[in-house]
């Protein structure tokens, strides 16, 4: 009998806190779709709870690029640890500027043309692990999906 009640025990314990783990993730989730939705926003961004603290990367892919869903999912959730990567390992960023000119000419006037191109490239390198897909919603216009990975960083 007083294994029975050990168990039984045991098992409630587990359950209460398997329901506050998702609670919690409602609760975020619900949280950065209101935040979304009032002033849209992409990047990394770290969120305090009351007792946690999140580090969310958020991105939008245009729905029309990706043949199918799960061509869609695994770019975001590649540009996703991107954004993270470069959030806590940095980047080198290098750029160049070239200048070109161009110059016409025909019998009667001489005309120059100028194109001016920039080249900017970033490389980052590292690994982040235990990013988890916290949400995947339509944007506001229906034209983009919205993906948020996050990863709890401390627990108060």
Known sequence: MNKALVIIFLLKINITFSQSINDDKISITNFIKRMYNSAPFEGVKVIDNYDHQYF???LSLEKGKYPNEAMM????QVKGQS???I???GSTISSDLVIKTTENKSTDRTSTAVETIESIKENAMGFVKSMELLNN???PDGKRMVFIFYKEINKK
């Open 73 to 76: 999912n695994r770019v975001a």
């Open 87 to 89: 959030f806590f390992n």
């Open 137 to 139: 919603f339509d944007s």
């Open 56 to 58: 969310i990367s958020v």
């Open 83 to 85: 954004q993270a990567n």
